[in-house]
């Protein structure tokens, strides 16, 4: 009898016998993510969701990403098969207005050089050592696009999509506190004041209803690899600007987005197990990544600059670090930056415009990314 | 394929090729703007 209640206790203590510094130290990691999630409001619905899943991962002995276990489950039905990104794709093209980009049709070259970083950063982790394929997965931490990172790795690097997708949405969150010093450090007082005038709307409706069947056409036909991902995005901006079906806009804006981000972000949450999370190797990611982001500002500003060359003085070199994926949070950083050098300056749909460039170029970069990488026989 | 080779690769052919298809993207952005031009009536109906 005595045995039998010494068996049951020993099995009521099994976790914790069980429990890893490894699985101490991710909790801890989790509770960080947490508190940035609800404590300071840094992208809380992506956040909030990674870091539970973070703990649950590791807790011992509760085979959650085990076979069978629910967490797995979610994670080989929507990020391994890569339909959770592309969910969300639709959903951003739901929520997206062009009409600034097609406004000024120029900026959209802004959306192309805010994605350098992923190239140079490529290039960077292979010196490091790191194999091609994780390279490309590193790489594409510049895209600042979590669904577009994800949609990557999980093809050429499935092991380190729990550091791709953490650095990620937490640099793309910390974009109001990386980007302006750089903007700062590159571009002159005189720069950073001039004026770009106001938007006025002339964007026909047609036009922008024509607009996600060009890119879509147009890209797919460049780089086929990435169509998925271009098609999604183009297909919920279709949905919006033609009108017609307001449900399923709304559905794809709200409660398909909600859930899908929810499943996506425990899914990458519940990859971080300390045992195998815990390595050199993940904080060399992390610190590619946030060179990634820096990088694409970097490059972003200097096309900046050359715009500001080419166009006589009229483009502010500011806008040029909008050029990155983070809407539209890398446009708001552009605005104040500029108006703490001008106050009567209003850089904001000027930004946006590049702000959505830089939205469809991540996703081109990508797709021209695959592409050539299927050509170079390095599929995923 | 080595390394060098195919991170230059990656390097000039991504970045080139990213430029160059948004470049293309920003014209026929340009031609989209002159084949639907805006008409106030048009797209504000009272």
Same mark, same amino acid.
């Given at each position: 009898m005595l045995e039998a209640i010494g068996t049951g206790l020993q099995g009521l203590a099994s976790g914790l016998l069980h429990l890893h510094w490894s699985n101490l130290v991710m909790m801890g990691v989790g509770c960080v993510l947490l508190y940035l999630g609800v404590g300071k409001d840094f992208e809380p619905l992506l956040l909030v969701p990674i870091g539970f899943g973070a703990i649950l991962v590791n807790i011992p002995l509760a085979g959650l990403m085990e076979e069978g276990g629910f967490l797995r489950h979610i994670y080989e039905f929507g990020v391994l098969t890569e339909l959770f990104p592309l969910l969300i794709f639709v959903g951003i093209g739901a929520m997206t207005d062009f009409g600034p980009l097609l406004e000024n049709p120029k900026i959209f070259l802004l959306g192309a050089a805010g994605q350098f970083g992923i190239f140079l950063t490529l290039g960077l982790a292979l010196a490091l050592g790191f194999t091609q394929k994780e390279a490309v997965a590193i790489g594409v931490i510049g895209a600042c696009d979590g669904p577009t990172a994800i949609y990557v790795t999980s093809q050429y690097a499935p092991h380190l999509l729990g550091s791709v997708s953490v650095a990620a949405y937490s640099y793309m969150s910390l974009v109001p506190l990386l980007q302006p010093p750089i903007m700062r450090w590159l571009t002159t007082?005189?720069?950073?004041?001039? #004026?770009?005038? &106001? *938007?006025? =709307?002339?964007?026909?409706?047609?036009?922008? $209803? &024509?607009?996600?069947? &060009?890119? =879509? *056409? &147009? +890209? +797919?036909? $460049?780089?086929?690899?990435?169509?998925?991902?271009?098609? =999604?995005?183009?297909? +919920? #901006?279709?949905?919006?600007?033609? +009108?017609?079906v307001g449900r399923l806009t709304r559905a794809a804006e709200n409660e398909i987005a909600n859930i899908v981000t929810l499943l996506l972000a425990i899914s990458i949450g519940a990859t971080m197990d300390g045992r195998i999370f815990l390595t050199p190797q993940t904080l060399i990611v992390l610190a590619l990544g946030f060179l990634a982001i820096c990088l694409d500002t970097v490059c972003g500003v200097l096309f900046g600059k050359l715009m500001k060359v080419a166009t006589g003085g009229k483009v502010n070199p500011l806008i040029g670090a909008a050029g990155i994926s983070a809407y539209p949070m890398a446009a708001r950083v552009v605005q104040a930056e500029g108006q703490k050098h001008n106050p009567t300056n209003y850089l904001l749909m000027h930004a946006v415009g590049a702000n959505t460039g830089g939205q469809v170029g991540s996703v081109m970069a990508a797709a021209v990314m695959l592409s050539v990488l299927k050509g170079m026989g390095l599929g995923g | 394929m080595d390394n060098w080779s195919f991170g230059v690769t990656m390097v000039v052919v991504g970045m080139g090729g990213t430029l160059a298809t948004l470049a293309l993207l920003s014209i026929l952005m340009g031609l989209l703007k002159k084949v639907f031009p805006y008409r106030r009536e048009q797209d504000n109906p009272k």
């Open positions: 007082s005189e720069e950073r004041k001039i #004026n770009m005038g &106001v *938007v006025t =709307t002339s964007v026909s409706k047609r036009a922008k $209803i &024509v607009f996600p069947l &060009v890119v =879509t *056409v &147009v +890209g +797919g036909l $460049i780089a086929p690899k990435g169509l998925p991902l271009l098609g =999604t995005i183009m297909l +919920g #901006n279709f949905m919006k600007e033609c +009108g017609v | -």
